[in-house]
């Protein structure tokens, strides 16, 4: 067993939680606001105080369709706790040459209630968005691209534990970064 891997009674614990997603509304902008300015997303994630006016300049046009970026609340037992977005890789070619990638899938994520840190949701949320929502969104792409900062080893920890594999390092925005990979088909395979 690797550093990041999970104990097999905790596996079977994250598969069993109950998940579901559902699109980011712009009746949700004032929570997000609030959420995105929690102080444990100051790290890695909202390091800026963000105002409710750039959190609707930036998340609606995604919310109304006008941006590829296809943007969730992740829901436990119907309670937000988490957002997790995705987007193809080719709809922003800015960041495909960045990551030398210019095909799959690129997957961002945040645990918003700071409560559920540490317990196995962040796992729990990419592994089931990767099979109900993104995949399902963009079924002829075959790769999955994630990126976190080389401080970041929580993340680092759930992506790995996920099945992604390091592509390499590079700098995004001034910050040191990782690149990890997810093969869709291998993946499946691994999940039995």
């Known amino acids: ?11 079977s614990f994250v598969k069993q939680m109950p998940i579901s997603f559902r ?8 929570d997000f606001h609030v959420w995105l300015n929690r102080p444990h997303l100051r790290r890695f994630y909202q390091r800026k105080p963000i105002s409710r006016e750039e959190v609707e300049a930036e998340y609606g046009p995604c919310i109304r369709g006008e941006d590829p970026t296809h943007c969730h609340l992740a829901l436990f037992d119907g ?14 070619p800015e ?7 210019h095909d799959g899938i690129g997957v961002d994520l945040a645990i918003l209630d700071p409560a559920m840190l540490g317990r196995g949701f962040g796992r729990a949320m990419l592994d089931r968005y990767l099979r109900d929502v993104a995949f399902p969104l963009f079924p002829t792409e075959h790769r999955c691209f994630v990126a976190h900062e080389v401080e970041n080893h ?10 992604f594999e390091i592509v390499g390092p590079f700098v995004e925005e001034g910050f040191p ?3 990890f990979v997810l093969d869709r088909d291998k993946w499946a395979d691994s999940r039995g």
Not at 95 to 101: F, G, K, R, T, V
Request: proline share 8%.
């Open 154 to 163: 929580t993340a680092i920890a759930c992506s790995r534990a996920v099945g």
């Open 23 to 30: 699109p980011l509304a712009l009746s949700d902008i004032d």
């Open 1 to 11: 067993m690797t550093e990041f891997s999970a104990p097999i009674a905790r596996q």
């Open 95 to 101: 960041w495909a040459d960045l990551i030398e990638s």
């Open 177 to 179: 970064s990782l690149l």
């Open 79 to 92: 309670e937000p706790f988490g957002y997790i977005q995705c987007y193809r890789i080719p709809d922003y």
